[in-house]
């Protein structure tokens, strides 16, 4: 009587009516015979599966409701891996009408109560892992990892969770080499919650990212084979299969094109060209495979006609692709210009110095000596119309010397004033090679510090010799900031038309970056920016479209030891001094380390849209 009276209140909380309420109670108040088991209330199984039923018919007549009742009963009335099921079953009722936390829970008393069954607990930990993967909450990572990691040790051959631990460990700072040796785990006949194909091209990611470009081409040439053996068997991939089919192609030949072997690159892009003419990344590396066996007219008709074929396309879903091809051909352009580009091979030691220097703003002095290349123009006194002219309008980077020098943050940013305005509040700080996937995932290393006392870190930390190589860095927007960078975000060389954001998107997305020697950021990619470094110096590494870096997530002064030596002939690199401006331009891989303490703003303008007049 107790359930009846129970699902009653819960009807008429519900607005249930009276009759539907009596019927569903006494349905449930049906479970005979019953058996005592600890606090739990057993049942028959010739029980368990009639109501089973019930529950699954509710739902299929869109009865969520009754289903949710029946199945939160089962719970009580079960053990093991029966139990374990029902809780399955009930998280996916419960996701149809979006109680993700009630979901959660579920799951998470089911990992909880199967400790000390290995298959069950490995089976459930993998449950709210997949759970928590589809809910990129920040702080979920290091849990899906951890729950991931639990389910292959319950389960070692399972590859279902070897395929996901090691698809997590690819986006974790140094989980590369990790990941890798979970994906070898994988039996590819196995897998049933994800295509095999994903499996081989996240193989090809890893090596790829190790710096073994070789055995990163078989992996992809292996997924390419698996792609028409698919297709030979008569199979027709839905849209989401499709798009990766597509990457395979795309990685291969962008490998090969790193690697000087146009040819191959290009006949593979021939034949994915044909299979997916909608994606814009395989249409994009079939032109640069034209264009590097020198067929540049041929490339050009090839980006013109993909160019008409989009217009027909939402305005929002043209725009990656007109950036990408804009960058791609403004890239080739230069390219072709010989004079050009052996004017940016040369080095440059204009900006080498082996003294101090004060960093102005009472900052400090730089007690690092840096001398070496700087294959990036610095341009004193460029004009507006010549910036715009010569590098937005080629998408070349450039350094603009004094370029914040009638700049409004320029004279309230200095150390003492900051402390005075700032150091009560509490501000946001992460390891720089988290920061490139805070969008994603929130970072793994997210701390709150009062400013103060980062402060006075960053004091402790020019007494180190980058000793610790990836030290914590406050990098992000205003809602993680103290400072407001939106007054800043200006500067009339980007008070442009051509660039595609508003100013509104401008002010949203500016990022304001404080941080000490040895602190930065790690390789990633945008639209057009600029960086104003009010005080401070910072070593730039920049790579153009399409240009290979070695591996992700190392602090920078590790790949500046380790990895700059084996791609330096790809790398524009320079030191940008206090009180000047960096151009990054659209689709340039970069990377920043700072040599001093650092303070300055980072604000994204959007694509040039006049990149795509020259094709």
């Known amino acids: 009587m107790h359930l009846i009276g129970s699902l009653l209140i819960v009807c008429m909380a519900l607005d249930t009516t009276s009759d539907s309420c009596e019927k569903d109670a006494e349905s449930i108040n049906n479970y005979e015979p019953e058996v005592k088991d600890g606090s739990s209330t057993l049942i028959s199984q010739e029980r368990v599966q009639r109501r089973l039923s019930n529950a699954r018919a509710a739902s299929k007549q869109g009865d969520q409701m009754k289903s949710l009742k029946i199945l939160r009963s089962l719970i009580t009335a079960t053990k093991g891996s029966q139990r374990l099921d029902i809780r399955f079953e009930l998280a996916n009722e419960l996701s149809k009408i979006g109680d993700m936390v009630a979901v959660r829970q579920v799951l998470e008393e089911g990992v909880d109560e199967t400790k000390g069954h290995p298959d069950d607990h490995g089976h459930a930990c993998y449950g709210l892992a997949k759970l928590l993967m589809g809910n990129k909450t920040k702080g979920n990572r290091v849990l ?163 160019l008409a074929t989009i217009k027909s396309w939402p305005k929002d879903m043209r725009k990656m692709p007109e950036r990408v091809v804009g960058s791609t051909w403004a890239w080739i352009s230069f390219l072709s210009n010989k004079d050009t580009f052996e004017k940016q091979e040369k080095q440059d030691k204009s900006g080498c110095t082996t003294n101090e220097i004060d960093l102005g703003g009472n900052w400090g002095r730089s007690h690092v000596s840096q001398c070496g290349t700087c294959n990036i123009d610095r341009r004193p006194g460029l004009t507006k119309e010549e910036f715009l002219r010569e590098y937005a309008d080629r998408n070349i980077p450039v350094i603009i010397p004094n370029g914040l020098k009638d700049w409004q943050a320029s004279g309230v940013w200095d150390r003492d004033n900051f402390l005075s305005e700032f150091g009560n509040q509490t501000v946001t700080i992460r390891h720089g090679t988290d920061v490139s996937y805070e969008q994603e995932w929130g970072g793994m290393s997210v701390k709150k510090i009062q ?28 809602r993680e900031s103290p400072v407001q960078p939106n007054h800043a975000a200006y500067h009339t060389y980007f008070e442009d038309n051509r660039f595609s954001w508003e100013n509104s998107e401008r002010e949203e997305a500016a990022l304001f970056f404080l941080g000490p020697q040895c602190s930065g950021v790690t390789f990633h990619e945008h639209t057009n920016a600029w960086n104003g470094l009010v005080y401070g110096r910072k070593k730039w590494y920049l790579l153009p479209p399409y240009a290979h870096y070695g591996p992700i997530n190392l602090p920078l002064e590790d790949w500046k030891n380790n990895w700059y030596p084996k791609f ?10 206090s009180g000047e401006i960096l151009y990054v331009p659209s689709n340039w891989m970069h990377s920043t380390l700072n040599l001093a303490p650092s303070i300055g703003i980072a604000v994204e303008i959007g694509y040039n849209q006049q990149l795509l007049q020259g094709i």
Not at 172 to 197: M, N
Not at 459 to 474: F, G, R, T
Not at 568 to 577: A, G, M, R, S, Y
């Open 451 to 478: 400013l103060s006392e980062y402060l006075a870190n960053i004091s402790e930390e020019e007494k180190s010799s980058c000793i610790n190589q990836d030290p914590l860095y406050l990098f992000g927007t205003k």
């Open 568 to 577: 330096k002939t790809n790398v524009f690199q320079c030191t940008q001094e």
């Open 144 to 306: 899906v990892i951890r729950l991931l990691k639990d389910a292959v040790a319950s389960l070692p051959s399972y590859s279902n969770a070897q395929h996901w631990l090691g698809h997590q460990l690819m986006r974790t700072p140094g989980g590369i080499h990790e990941a890798l040796q979970h994906l070898q785990k994988v039996q590819l006949g196995e897998l049933t919650d994800s295509h095999p194909i994903d499996t081989v091209m996240l193989r090809g990611q890893a090596y790829e990212r190790l710096g073994d470009l070789n055995e990163a081409v078989v992996h992809f040439k292996n997924a390419i084979d698996m792609f028409q053996m698919y297709l030979q068997k008569g199979h027709r991939p839905e849209q989401k299969i499709t798009y990766r089919f597509a990457l395979c192609h795309f990685q291969f030949s962008r490998l090969k094109i790193i690697l000087g072997e146009y040819n191959e690159a290009l006949q593979v892009a021939s034949i994915a060209k044909q299979y997916f003419p909608e994606v814009y990344q395989v249409m994009d590396i079939y032109g640069l495979c034209l264009a590097k066996l020198g067929r540049l007219q041929e490339a050009k008709t090839h980006y013109k006609n993909f």
